[in-house]
């Protein structure tokens, strides 16, 4: 063997002969038994040219070593697929200078990928075989995976064969099933070389072969039944995402998306276990998902959810459901905090405005995914966090009592920065260790801008009297957390005139029942005394102390807890019990509050299209206090005379200017005839005279005149001599 190889390296030109001479002698000796010695000999020898001879001559010799394994892996011998296979994994090691363009490599690839499907009785030998497959497509992978010039290794054709025998020797394995830190018997497992294998085939794809490995994975899994149950889809999609570049990773995303989507038809359960697998590796793709392909992502898990909700709905199309929501959480449980405002507000875009019985599911879940992005989503600066466009809609779907407590959680979550929620979810007089800031100008700046809005709607919801104890309950939260994270002394005013009308609601509400009406009186003295606390208001704190002490005696109804039923027959409320408007401006001024516009809130009902739309005006407000004092009842000998049309901007201003524009209008008309006489009837001569400038009228002219006339103010002043002349004169004599 020593002369061979010496020989080949002084006469390389001579490889070609000598690798055909040895495939010919092992040609003839592979068919007969007693000769398979001389057919491993034989091997052996090419096996240790090739190691030995790096030299231009090697492409020749190169094709001769493949036609030997060739005959190899044909053979029925088990030995001598596995001898074949490791003389191929040697070539594939093997680094070579130039390629060879004409090099083909189908036969490994389906030779190798029938051997991973070997299905021999014998154990031993059927995972030698399988084992020696793996590797022939790792070499395989290896060997051309690295060069753009040999033959495409990411074709379709090569990728169908390729990653089915990498996934069925893991799912036939035990190995994805054992804990992380078992290493034992991984040697002589194929299903740990094949996990070893595809990762190292994913961490070579690109973006472009995303696609073309990704497909036949999903094709798999549908042909072997191995969605339900998903424990191998999990391990599987979590190898590749491990495995891929990380820029790629929401490429992988995207594939199992679009596959989601050819499987609207299936069942329930193969689709709600894509989707637990989805959730699983959504997180993964989270970090490196920029721009479009974000919403792309929502937008698509958006439509699953719009399209289940249209379902006729069962348990299993409601887990699928959940199970949708639950994978956008994960997802956006990873993105940064601005791209949470953007994402919230683009599912509320997304909610149907139409009050359809039919919308009510897709509604709800639409609500739940925004709650589970709020719940991900660290509150910092209000106006930032809760922005008009999800403010408004969310404050409109309160209107609807089924919606009510789920779009009162996410105005929770987001306005919520010291984890108080829990301690305020129900109305409770001693309330203790509540975390809480002083609120910043810009805090206070929103709560300026949007408690109008805010409070007029709020009071809209707890004067219907379809809502019940648990939307009241969400309602109290809401305005507690206003509370305690943005209420301040130039705010407060507000909030009590509030306090104030939702007591009027309590007592002229005739649509609220009894219970209702308790409700609310409860949840004024709470929230009255939560202010007087949170703000340290002494002079409101001891006003409390005795209205509470007052109705413990006399109206213990009146106190919390909120219930849906009360069990009284009549609401019989002393005025005692009741907030009194001048006390409370008295105590408000005492503390150093404004309470010169303590009624600026409410002052005037907002008339949103959203709002109209919602149902019944607010009641109670001040503008129906001063509908009443100016009533015939309160001036009984005037008899009021209300003009036809509304007094708008638009009336004042045809008022104002109706008069003066036909004055103007006949004016122009005037001068304009004059101007025609003029012209008409005028010489040529006394038009020109009269269209000249003449001199004395020119600006240079004016202005002389102007100059002339103007007395003079500059006086002559001698000028000093230089300083030095007059300290030093003889200094600088000539």
Not at 309 to 314: C, F, G, L, V
Request: glycine residues 4%; contains cysteine; negative net charge.
């Amino acid at each position: 063997m020593e002369k061979l190889i010496f020989y080949s390296l002084s006469s390389p030109e001579k490889l070609d002969r000598i690798g055909e001479c040895l495939y010919q002698r092992a040609s003839r000796d592979i068919t007969r038994t007693s000769r398979i010695g001389f057919v491993e000999i034989a091997m052996e020898a090419m096996d240790q040219l090739l190691q030995a001879c790096h030299a231009q001559a090697l492409n020749l010799y190169v094709e001769s070593f493949l036609k030997m394994i060739q005959r190899l892996l044909e053979s029925s011998e088990p030995n001598l697929q596995i001898l074949a296979t490791q003389s191929f994994v040697i070539f594939a090691n093997i680094e070579e200078d130039t390629p060879s363009y004409h090099r083909r490599y189908e036969f490994f690839i389906s030779k190798f990928s029938s051997m991973c499907h070997n299905n021999r009785s014998d154990i031993p030998t059927r995972n030698m075989l399988r084992m020696s497959g793996i590797r022939g497509l790792h070499g395989v992978i290896r060997k051309t995976v690295a060069d753009d010039l040999v033959e495409n290794i990411w074709e379709a054709t090569h990728m169908a064969k390729i990653i089915p025998s990498l996934l069925f020797n893991m799912q036939d394995s035990s190995y994805h099933k054992r804990d992380g830190d078992s290493t034992e018997g991984i040697d002589q497992d194929p299903g740990a070389l094949a996990d070893e294998c595809i990762r190292e085939l994913f961490g070579r794809a690109s973006f472009g072969h995303v696609r073309s490995v990704v497909k036949p994975v999903l094709e798999h899994l549908d042909r072997h039944n191995l969605w339900v149950p998903n424990e191998f889809a999990v391990h599987t999609f979590k190898v590749i995402m491990f495995s891929i570049q990380s820029q790629y990773s929401y490429a992988v995303v995207e594939n199992l998306m679009y596959h989601l989507d050819s499987h609207s038809h299936s069942s329930a359960r193969i689709r709600t276990s894509m989707t637990n697998v989805l959730s699983k590796i959504i997180a993964i793709a989270a970090g490196e998902s920029v721009g479009p392909s974000v919403l792309e992502i929502i937008n698509s898990l958006l439509a699953h959810i719009r399209n289940s909700a249209a379902r006729r709905q069962d348990n299993e199309e409601t887990l699928y459901l959940e199970s949708l929501v639950a994978c956008l959480g994960e997802f956006t449980a990873h993105l940064p905090d601005y791209q949470k405002v953007e994402i919230m507000v683009f599912i509320i875009s997304k909610i149907p405005s139409e009050d359809f019985t039919t919308d009510t599911l897709l509604r709800e879940m639409l609500l739940k995914s925004l709650l589970i992005v709020g719940k991900n989503y660290s509150s910092v600066i209000m106006s930032a966090s809760v922005p008009p466009s999800l403010l408004k809609p969310l404050l409109h779907l309160s209107f609807n009592p089924e919606l009510c407590n789920l779009s009162q959680q996410v105005l929770h979550t987001l306005i919520d920065r010291h984890n108080n929620v829990s301690k305020l979810e129900e109305p409770n007089l001693r309330i203790h260790d509540l975390v809480r800031e002083e609120p910043s100008r810009a805090d206070t700046m929103f709560l300026r801008k949007n408690e109008e809005e805010i409070y007029s709607c709020l009071l809209q919801v707890m004067g219907n009297e379809e809502h019940n104890a648990d939307n009241l309950k969400a309602v109290y939260t809401t305005l507690a957390l206003l509370v305690v994270e943005l209420l301040s002394k130039s705010t407060v005013a507000a909030f009590v005139t509030l306090l104030c009308k939702i007591q009027d609601t309590g007592l002229t509400g005739n649509q609220l029942d009894i219970s209702q009406k308790c409700n609310l009186h409860c949840l004024t003295i709470t929230l009255l005394n939560l202010v007087s606390d949170i703000l340290e208001l002494s002079q409101l704190q001891r006003y409390v102390s005795d209205l509470i002490e007052y109705r413990m005696l006399n109206t213990p109804f009146l106190l919390p807890v909120v219930r849906h039923n009360h069990n009284i027959e009549s609401l019989g409320v002393d005025q005692a019990a009741l907030l009194d408007k001048n006390k409370l401006g008295e105590c408000l001024a005492q503390c150093g509050v404004d309470v010169t516009d303590m009624s600026r809130a409410l002052t005037q009902t907002q008339r949103h299209s959203w709002v109209e739309s919602a149902g019944t005006h607010m009641r109670g407000s001040i503008s129906d206090s001063a509908s009443e004092m100016g009533s015939n009842n309160s001036t009984p000998r005037i008899t009021k005379k209300f003009p036809s049309e509304g007094l708008t901007f638009e009336a004042v201003k045809k008022v104002l200017t109706e008069e003066s524009c036909n004055t103007f209008k006949e004016r122009e008309k005037l001068k304009q005839k004059e101007l025609f006489e003029v012209f008409r009837h005028s010489a040529f001569e006394d038009i020109v005279n009269n269209n000249t400038v003449k001199d004395e009228d020119t600006l240079q002219k004016k202005l002389s005149d102007i100059l002339d006339k103007t007395p003079s103010t500059h006086h002559f002043v001698p000028e000093k001599p230089p300083i030095f002349e007059q300290l030093f004169p003889e200094l600088f004599a000539c």
